[in-house]
Nanobody
Framework: VQLQASGGGLVQAGGSLRLSCAAS????????VGWFRQAPGKDREFVTA????????FRGDSVRGRFAISRDNAKNTVYLKMNSLKAEDTAVYYC??????????????????WGQGTLVTVSS
């Protein structure tokens, strides 16, 4: 599975962005897909993840109620809609795919495949 994240950019605080994670490889449709982010000087942080069938979503506490993940398996794409953006959301956002068991779905080592990252900058 190869992943390509896109949609990052510069946005004002309070604004919105939608990130996309496009995948190649037939096994993508059976994968859980997660979004992680890493701000300068900080550890990688879990954002949210969605199971292969879209029925289970895991959310990080810092984005709960503001970010929404969805997927379109027909297009091999997962989306991250980010609303009410804050300056502290500034980071490189990575999508990842794998088959983590639920207990590790929020951990980066639960994912075998990673995209290259897309930069989101929120100006205050």
């Amino acid at each position: 599975v190869q992943l390509q994240a896109s949609g990052g950019g510069l946005v004002q605080a309070g604004g919105s962005l939608r990130l996309s994670c496009a995948a190649s490889g037939l096994t993508f449709r059976s994968c859980t897909v997660g979004w992680f982010r890493q701000a300068p000087g900080k550890d990688r942080e879990f954002v949210t993840a969605i199971t292969w069938d879209g029925k289970t979503i895991f959310r990080g506490d810092s984005v709960r109620g503001r970010f929404a993940i969805s997927r379109d398996n027909a297009k091999n794409t997962v989306y991250l809609k980010m609303n009410s953006l804050k300056a502290e959301d500034t980071a490189v956002y990575y999508c990842a795919a794998g088959r983590p068991i639920y207990s590790v779905a929020r951990q980066s080592d639960g994912y075998a495949y990673w995209g290259q990252g897309t930069l989101v900058t929120v100006s205050s």
